[in-house]
C-alpha cells in the first residue's frame, strides 16, 4: 500500500506553490521529481566522496569508485542482468539508443530491414533514419489502431529473413499504451533478428527482467525513475555488446593506446569514455533503493486506481476525447476538449499551478495518425493525489468556459 501523506513529504517540490496556488504536477512522462533522499545523495557525494572514478590509486577515488560500482550493482539487480558489465551507464535513453544505432553501422547491410512501431519517441525514430542513410537499410512501420494499440497482425506480415532489427517501446509516452514486448521479441527471435525495446517510459511503472524477456537491448533514463537527469542505461547481451564497435573514443574506454592502433577495454568500459556523471550515477542507485523500497506492485496498483478515476471524472466533460484507449496502459491521459487548442488550455490550467504537457510529445507521426496537432497530456506518479485529480477537473471545466 502506498502510504499517500508520508510519500508526498519524501518530495519537497511538492510543497510549493505557483502562481500562487498548490503545485499539481502532472507531467511525469517528461520527468519525474525527486525524494530528498536522492538530492542528499548528490550532496553526499559532492561533499564527500568526489574523485574521478576508475584511474586513481589514492583512497577518495576508490571509494568513489566503490559507490560508482555499487550502483551499477543495484541497477543490475532492478533490471535482472545476467552480469553487472552488461550495464552501460549512459546520459540517458537517446544516448543508448545512438549507441546500438551507430553500432549497427558495421553490422547492416544494403537491403536489410528494421523494424520500428507507429507510435515511437522521437529518439527512437530518427537514429534509425540515419542507420538507414548510411547503410541502404530500409525502416518498416507496425501500424495502430484507434485504441493506440499495435496491430500484431501486420508486425508479423512485415518480419522476413531481411528483418535484422526490431525497436519499439514498452510503454508510449503519448499514449501511455503497454505494448506486448514479449511477444514482439519472440517473433522477432524466430526469424534471428535482434529487438530494442526503449522502457523510458514504462519503468517508472513497470520493473522489467531482461532475462525474463530474452530482450538483446534493453534503455531507460534515471530522470524519470525519481533519478537525476543526464543519466541512463544501455542493458545489453554481453553477446551483442561485444559485437558492437565503441561508440565515442577517449579516456577510460581503452586497453592500450599507441599511434599505431589502440585496443579497446573490456566492458562495460568499452562504451564509458570520459568521466561520467558520477554523483548522478550513485544518486540513480539511491532512486531504485527508493522506488522498490515503496515496491512496484504497490506503485502499479495505486496508480491503476488514479487512471481509473481520472479517466472517469474527465469523461464527465463534455466534449473531451481520450487518445490512447487501450485496457493496457500507465497512468497517462491524452486528451482534446472540442476543437479547443491543447496549447490554450495548458496555459490556463497553468495559471490554477497544474502543470501538464501540451503538445506532440516528442511523437508526431501518432497526431498525424488521429490528425490532431497535438494533445493536452496529464501523467500521474505514485505521489499524485485523487484530489489533485478533482483539481485537474475543476481547471479543465473553468478553462473550457473560457475557450468556448
Ligand atoms: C523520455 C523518453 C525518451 C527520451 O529520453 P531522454 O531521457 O530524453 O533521452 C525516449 N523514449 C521514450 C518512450 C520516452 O518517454
Avoid at 3 to 31: C, E, M, S
Avoid at 189 to 200: C, E, M, Q, R, S
Amino acid at each position: 500500500m502506498i502510504d499517500i501523506n508520508k510519500v508526498r513529504a519524501d518530495f519537497p517540490i511538492l510543497k510549493q506553490t505557483i502562481n500562487g496556488k498548490p503545485l499539481v504536477y502532472l507531467d511525469n512522462a517528461a520527468t519525474g521529481q525527486k525524494p530528498q533522499v536522492v538530492i542528499d545523495s548528490i550532496v553526499n557525494y559532492y561533499s564527500t566522496l568526489n574523485a574521478n572514478i576508475h584511474r586513481g590509486v589514492h583512497t577518495l577515488s576508490q571509494k568513489a569508485t566503490d559507490a560508482y560500482e555499487l550502483a551499477r550493482f543495484k541497477i543490475q539487480k532492478h533490471f535482472n542482468a545476467k552480469q553487472n558489465y552488461e550495464i552501460i551507464l549512459t546520459a540517458g535513453t537517446t544516448h543508448s539508443i545512438n549507441i546500438v544505432a551507430t553500432g549497427f553501422t558495421t553490422l547492416l547491410q544494403k537491403g536489410d530491414e528494421i523494424i520500428v512501431s507507429a507510435m515511437e519517441h522521437h529518439s527512437n525514430i530518427v537514429p534509425w533514419q540515419m542507420l538507414c542513410e548510411r547503410t541502404g537499410a530500409i525502416l518498416k512501420v507496425i501500424p495502430m489502431n484507434l485504441d493506440g494499440e499495435l496491430i500484431m497482425t501486420a508486425y508479423d506480415n512485415l518480419l522476413s529473413n531481411k528483418t535484422k532489427l526490431v525497436f519499439v517501446n514498452h510503454v508510449s509516452n503519448a499514449l501511455g499504451t503497454i505494448n506486448p514486448i514479449k511477444e514482439i521479441i519472440d517473433k522477432a527471435h524466430k526469424i534471428g533478428a535482434a529487438v530494442l525495446i526503449d522502457g523510458a517510459q514504462a519503468c517508472p511503472h513497470i520493473k522489467p527482467d531482461v532475462q525474463a524477456l530474452d530482450v538483446d537491448f534493453y534503455v531507460a533514463s534515471a530522470h524519470k525513475l525519481c533519478g537525476p537527469t543526464g543519466v541512463g542505461i544501455l542493458y545489453g547481451k554481453e553477446e551483442w555488446l561485444n559485437k558492437l564497435p565503441p561508440y565515442q573514443g577517449g579516456g577510460e574506454m581503452i586497453k592500450q593506446v599507441t599511434f599505431e592502433k589502440t585496443t579497446y577495454a573490456d566492458l562495460p568500459h568499452k562504451f564509458e569514455a570520459g568521466t561520467p556523471n558520477i554523483a548522478g550515477v550513485i544518486a540513480f542507485g539511491t532512486a531504485l533503493d527508493y522506488l522498490n523500497n515503496l515496491g512496484f506492485n504497490n506503485i502499479a496498483a495505486y496508480e491503476a486506481e488514479l487512471l481509473d478515476y481520472a479517466t472517469k471524472k474527465l469523461l464527465q466533460i463534455e466534449g473531451l476525447k481520450i487518445y490512447g484507449t487501450s485496457k493496457s496502459k500507465t497512468a497517462v491521459i491524452s486528451f482534446n476538449i472540442g476543437n479547443i487548442h491543447p496549447y490554450d488550455i495548458g496555459s490556463i490550467i497553468d495559471k490554477l499551478g497544474i502543470a501538464v504537457r501540451t503538445g506532440h510529445h516528442c511523437a508526431q507521426p501518432i497526431m498525424d495518425f488521429y490528425k490532431i496537432p497535438g494533445t493536452v497530456r496529464a501523467s500521474f506518479s505514485f505521489y499524485n493525489t485523487f484530489e489533485e485529480v478533482d483539481l485537474l477537473y475543476n481547471a479543465l471545466v473553468k478553462a473550457k468556459t473560457m475557450l468556448s
